[in-house]
């Protein structure tokens, strides 16, 4: 589906959903250097802070799924309004929270909007270009989501070195607030009003059994019967759901989809590149932090030079994908990550922040490499019809990947006697997602090879 609109009107789309992504991704992970402010100001653990990043990443995936279903059911711009001023209530709240349980409602209600926000503007990107543009569109879009989560950090670093942790939300409010009004009167209406019922219990299952298994990997510490119990509940209510789509005439999400060899394929490969960015950007500045004893400001530079090369990059690998394909750019990036993992196993406390600091953005352009070239390549198979329930698909896997991924080195962090020992464990938990990344991409580059002989 390629909507007739005009250029201008499709420049003022692109930047308007570009940049309430990058807002809502920014957002996601400007907590991380402010989390051991905020474990030490509200007097929480490590384990229950960090679900500020976690439960965020988490609630992205749980909400994404109706994104599809909402982008049908109500027009476009109704969609981008309302989710947006959501997302500016939920700012409001977190700049007045007086206690941890304040705070974490109001970045769920930002992750709301969060997850419906990013399926929304990669549908609309897919939705409002020719398909010729598509990786050049799709590189765009991946540098919005891969950057905004990358360069959180190191804003919310600067801005707590001068001020308190409610100003990561107080700076973020007025600019949401200029998109909204700018949407207000520009936002132009594209889309149909389809006659959509969304299925409530579905919903209910997806929320509770992604938030029973998440929550079972930290539920151990208290109990291995009640984390075991969680995992259990939580799987058989998610394979509950996945079955119940495949029946529902109008489904929250369009599961077969995933029969798509080259959507799921893709779809996990880009799931595990996310783990391994959002897991290493959340671990390093707790271990700067915690175990060099640096400061917050510290830490989010050391994260900026990869931050900025993430962006640049996927900007630069979508061009690339759009002339060459995907082949050179997958495993040059997973070879640049695994190299920076070198550094990065063997950290100690004396270990140069300039080091940390190479070992990161390296692993960053890596990232880049692989992230922008297979979101683009994992909806080439997909009809258009299907594309915003492909997104919904792509987005919510990403986003549990992430939550998962972050839980789970926190948790092998924490875990022996020395936090820098663990944190190096916590490295190598990403090295096996590699390995495999590695592998996932070499099945699917030899099918791809096969195609494109086929084609020629």
């Known amino acids: 589906m390629n909507i007739n609109i005009t250029k201008e009107t499709r420049t003022i789309v692109t930047i308007l959903v570009l940049l309430v992504t990058f807002l809502t991704l920014a ?19 490590l384990s229950n802070v960090q679900w500020l990043t976690t439960g965020y990443i988490l609630i992205i995936g749980i909400i994404t799924p109706l994104s599809s279903n909402l982008y049908d059911k109500y027009s476009n711009r109704q ?55 598509r990786g050049t569109v799709l590189g765009l879009s991946g540098l919005v989501i891969a950057s905004g989560p990358a360069i959180g950090p190191t804003i919310s670093g600067v801005i707590l070195h001068f001020l308190t942790w409610r100003f990561l939300f107080i700076l973020v409010l007025p600019l949401i607030i200029i998109v ?12 149909q009003k389809k006659d959509v019922k969304i299925d409530i219990l579905s919903v209910i299952l997806s929320l509770t059994g992604a938030t029973l298994s998440l929550a079972s990997l930290t539920l151990y510490k208290q109990s291995y019967l009640l984390a075991g119990l969680a995992l259990i ?13 495949l029946h ?15 959507f799921s394929l893709l779809t996990l490969i880009g799931m595990i590149a996310f783990m391994v960015l959002i897991g290493t950007e959340q671990i390093i500045p707790i271990f ?19 931050a900025i090369l993430n962006a640049l990059f996927a900007a630069l690998a979508g061009r690339y994908y759009d002339s060459h394909g995907p082949k050179h750019l997958l495993y040059m990036g997973i070879f640049l990550m695994l190299l920076a993992t070198i550094p990065l196993v063997l950290l100690t406390k004396t270990t140069p922040s300039w080091l940390i600091a190479t070992a990161y953005l390296t692993r960053m352009i890596g990232n880049s490499l692989v992230f922008a070239p297979a979101m683009s390549e ?18 919510t896997f990403r986003q549990i990947a992430a939550s998962v991924s972050t839980t789970i080195m926190i948790v092998i962090a924490d875990i022996p006697y020395s936090f820098t020992l663990g944190t190096r464990l916590s490295i190598w938990f990403t090295v096996i997602l590699l390995l495999l990344m590695a592998f996932l991409v070499r099945t699917y580059l030899k099918n791809y090879k096969i195609n494109t002989d086929q084609q020629s």
Not at 85 to 103: E, P, Q
Not at 180 to 191: E, Q, T
């Open 378 to 395: 994992a909806f080439k198979d997909i009809n258009p019809p299907d594309i915003s329930h492909a997104s919904a698909l792509n987005n």
């Open 248 to 262: 529902l005439p109008q489904p929250v999400l369009r599961v077969q989809i995933l029969r798509v060899r080259s």
């Open 79 to 133: 969609l981008f309004l309302v989710t947006t001023g959501i997302f500016i209530f939920g700012t409001i709240l977190g700049s007045l929270a007086t206690t941890f349980l304040v705070l974490l409602t109001a970045r769920i209600l930002q992750a709301c909007a969060g997850g419906i926000l990013m399926s929304f503007q990669m549908t609309t990107m897919v939705t409002i270009y020719p398909p010729e543009k």
């Open 233 to 245: 509940i939580g799987i058989f209510l998610l394979s509950t759901f996945y079955k119940r789509q």
């Open 288 to 306: 700067v932090e915690n175990v060099q004893g640096l400061n917050s400001m510290q830490a989010g530079l050391i994260l900026l030079p990869g």
């Open 27 to 45: 957002s996601q992970t400007m907590m991380i250097t402010a989390l051991p402010v905020i474990q030490t100001t509200m007097h929480v653990s």
């Open 180 to 191: 909204w009004l700018i949407a207000f009167f520009y936002f132009p209406n594209y889309s």
